[in-house]
């Protein structure tokens, strides 16, 4: 089945993932506020908002820290293109810093998604 889901979480409070977890889909974790510490596979990285990460389907993660804002955007394989898997694929666990001007403009798109 194909889809595309788009969450936002917004947590006053420090929250823990207590399990790794995967998924069939890719997630596109865009980090709005805050700072989280990340685990992905067999690394512990520590992000600040904006970043964005795409984490492809199958790869063990979770993540902890303190008050934070983030979007995730969940899309199935087969919802994509040749040329849109290949992009992920090149983006993938790689943590991406917007510009200014850029997190602006991505913030709207998601907030309308949402």
Not at 4 to 29: A, G, Q
Not at 83 to 107: G, M, W
């Amino acid at each position: 089945m194909a889809f595309i889901e788009i969450e936002k979480v917004i947590r006053d409070f420090k929250w823990s993932m207590n399990e790794l977890h995967s998924h069939h889909n890719y997630e596109l974790y865009y980090l709005s506020k805050g700072e989280r510490r990340f685990f992905l596979t067999n690394d512990l990285i520590s992000i600040s908002a904006p970043c964005f990460i795409v984490i492809p389907p199958e790869v063990l993660h979770k993540t902890d820290g303190g008050n934070y804002e983030r979007y995730n955007i969940n899309v199935s394989e087969k919802y994509l293109s040749n040329f849109q898997s290949e992009t992920l694929q090149e983006l993938a666990l790689k943590i991406i810093v917007p510009n200014d001007d850029a997190n602006v403009r991505f913030l709207d798109i998601l907030e309308k998604m949402t």
